[in-house]
């Protein structure tokens, strides 16, 4: 989904667990409305993903929306930033900062944190957070920060190990080539030339057998040769694609 349309459905999740806490009837039924809304959420994630079922959304997945919506009506439902389930938050943003890209991630931690401020600041006494409100409420920002700083970290740890295995990987296939040629030099020096050496002893007598060596010597050397173009041309040819 692109990014755009993606931060548009985080902020009506938003906007849609804060209208739905507003309706006093509805609020009643927030814990078995998130109970609701998991499940599906649950469905959704074995469907989209198979066998390899994870609980994580896929970057820019719609169903991070879906879940961010529970997260919210949970909290928001049992009392905000005075929440006993206010460490669940935590886990949303830990889903905002791995499913979604940072400027999304970002604007998702401001939205949440206005969304816990506006319902904490209209149940208050005289419209003052406690301590520890406040203290939950700038707590937000300051997770969402290591989260996407984690993710960073992560990322460019998995990129190196990726360009370590290809480096690895080519240099495998090069010592492979170098032992090719190798053991043909070998083969010719030790085997081969010695034989021609003994064959052209008897020139006349040998035509036939000198002829059938090398025939057989080049068609070997027709091989390597093309066996070592052709790893060249797809070499040059995984190099464009990686420029590209």
Known sequence: MPAIKHAILL??????AYLYLQVPFLKQYALQVFALVTI??????????????????????????????????????SGSLASPFFAITF???????????????????LEIMVF????SIATSNNFVLSVSEWSNLLALPLVMIFYIFAKDQYQKAYYNSLLVDAEERELNKAQSDDQAVADFIASLINK?????????????????????????????????????????????????????
């Open 192 to 244: 081969r030339l010695p034989m021609l050496e003994f064959l052209l002893s008897f020139p006349d007598k040998n035509k036939t057998a000198i002829a059938a060596e090398v025939k057989m010597l080049k068609r070997d050397l027709n091989i390597l040769s093309r066996h070592i173009s052709e790893k060249n041309q797809t070499d040059d040819d995984q190099k464009q694609k990686n420029d590209n």
């Open 116 to 119: 816990h401020f506006s319902l």
């Open 11 to 16: 902020t009506m999740s938003v906007l849609g």
């Open 40 to 77: 599906i959420y649950l469905v959704l994630q074995k469907r989209q993903r198979g066998q390899s079922y994870l609980i994580l959304p896929e970057n820019s997945s719609a169903n991070l929306a879906l879940i961010n919506f529970a997260f919210l009506l949970l909290t928001g439902a």
């Open 91 to 109: 886990i949303e943003l830990f889903f905002l900062a791995l499913a979604a890209p940072t400027k999304t991630a970002l604007l998702g931690v």
